[in-house]
């Protein structure tokens, strides 16, 4: 059986996304000087939609590949997927790499306290708050592991509310409620998974019903417009609203590369997953040699970038070569 091609305005947009993920992670703020104006600036604008995009790609893929009637083998054949088969192959891809980049990150800031901004300890007690808190594992990122995997376990739901049309947009507004209006209950990131379960499910939606390729992709510079006005109305108003225009701005921007560019971020983006996990980890490396060499702030800021990218494509590049599985589950690798 033949595999389907990746869908390429998608894998830019991941691209899209993860470059401002590793940008966010860019700041130099430990250090003895603050931050400059423009590079708060440049934070702030990502941090508003980039872990939402990721969200609702999530969702998107997860309806393309697993709740139509036919999903897809890791090998890109198809099968149908058992809710058993979802979660093992979803802790296996996901959960299992979070679990070992947990640990890296104990070792690392065990190695190195007086260059961690938050310290800890390696005990019983720090092992199971890791875990049972995402939000303050020592491998911070771990929060969006833990949040996107209950919306895989949430699978059953979602494949009964898409089966009425009435379900569905209910479903959309329950969702947005919650959003608003959810318990502050970090255990588990049951806060996260309240707050973010409405971008996962835009996702979803938005591959089911075919919206980019029908609404999107055939007015897609208007459709930038109209995200960067919506961006912009969002800034005086409230933060989803400013959400939705980065969102439908990236969207747009990533058939537009598609179309005129359809190599954008061909260097990385098919590692994005690499690159949140081992990103964080290249780029400390970079912050503890500024802080100890004399370095433009700028040249700093740039070398965080490059080394957030590019460190872990190498590694993959490297791990892919050497060809041991155990080794490729641990960072997330087929």
């Known amino acids: 059986m033949q595999k389907r091609k990746k869908i390429n305005w998608l894998v830019i947009l991941q691209g ?30 990502g941090h508003y939609f980039r872990m939402q995009l990721f969200m609702i790609v999530s969702g998107y893929l997860f309806y393309f590949t697993r709740l139509k009637s036919y999903g897809l083998k890791n090998d890109g054949s198809e099968k149908r997927w058992s809710y058993f088969d979802i979660i093992k192959d979803k802790a296996k891809r996901l959960l299992l790499p979070g679990v070992v980049f947990t640990f ?36 911070r990122e771990y929060w969006f592991i ?6 895989f376990i949430l699978t059953p739901l979602w494949k009964i509310v898409l089966k009425k049309e009435w379900l569905k947009w209910l479903m959309l507004a329950v969702l947005v409620c919650l959003h608003f209006f959810h318990p502050a209950m970090e255990l588990l990131c ?56 980065g969102v439908l701005f990236s969207f747009a ?50 070398l965080c970038i490059l080394f957030g990218l590019y460190v872990p494509v190498l590694v993959s590049k490297i791990i892919e070569r050497l060809n041991w599985r155990p080794l490729k589950l641990c960072v997330g690798l087929k």
């Open 16 to 45: 899209w996304a993860m470059l401002l993920v590793v940008i966010g992670h860019s700041s130099l703020a430990n250090a003895a000087e603050q931050d400059p104006e423009w590079e708060v600036t440049l934070y702030r604008l």
């Open 104 to 139: 890296v990150a104990f070792a690392v800031k065990i190695a190195f306290p007086s260059e961690m901004a938050r310290q800890t300890g390696f005990s019983i007690r720090e092992i199971a708050n890791a875990f049972l808190f995402p939000y303050d594992n020592p491998f």
């Open 146 to 151: 833990a949040t996107l995997f209950w919306f």
């Open 190 to 245: 049951i806060n996260l998974v309240f707050g973010y379960a409405i971008w996962f499910y835009l996702g979803v939606i938005l591959s089911e019903v075919n919206f980019v390729e029908n609404f999107i992709a055939p007015r897609s510079w208007l459709v930038m417009l109209i995200g960067v006005a919506v961006f912009v109305v969002g800034l005086y108003t409230t933060s989803f609203i400013t959400t939705l225009g």
């Open 253 to 302: 921007l990533a058939l537009i590369a598609d179309k005129y560019i359809p190599k954008l971020f061909f260097t990385f983006r098919n590692y994005t997953y690499q690159i949140f996990l081992m990103g964080i980890f290249a780029q400390m490396f970079v912050k503890i040699v500024y802080r100890h060499v004399e370095m433009p702030y700028v040249c700093a800021f740039l």
